[in-house]
């Protein structure tokens, strides 16, 4: 079964066989770091998800739709958690949209690689 990420209610083209990376990233309190023997000290204050995801070949359309979902500063996610292996909807925002262009199909370009980073608000 295929990934299901849909970004502001619109489904995204398939990711690459491997190329979804859910991740929950530590913020630390500010007082965190090594005290003088070497003991880490400080509080998780929260815990945030990032996607790393790389699309299969991309069509000039599904880029677009792809570059369309990203462009506002925040939007919403849905994604399955590998948490609790549920759907859920987190507000993010998008790091560079990486769009390669492989070649032209009719005068139309294919885009192989494209990647892109979000990161919860």
């Known amino acids: ?6 970004i502001g209610g619109v489904a995204m083209p398939e990711p690459k066989l491997n190329g979804l990376k859910i991740s929950r990233n530590k913020i630390w309190s500010k007082n965190a770091g090594r005290g003088a023997d070497g003991t880490m000290t400080g509080d ?6 990032k996607l790393e995801i790389e699309f299969l070949p991309l069509t000039d359309a599904q880029m677009a739709t792809v570059e369309a979902a990203v462009e506002p500063a925040f939007f919403n996610v849905t994604f399955r ?14 790091g560079d949209l990486t769009c390669p262009v492989y070649t032209y199909v009719g005068g139309k370009p294919r885009y192989v ?3 892109v980073n979000l990161i919860e608000k």
């Open 113 to 115: 690689g494209v990647t």
């Open 81 to 94: 958690s590998p948490k609790t292996g549920k759907n859920i909807t987190v507000n993010m925002y998008a």
């Open 44 to 49: 998780i204050i929260a815990r945030k998800w």
């Open 1 to 6: 079964m295929a990934a299901s990420i849909t």
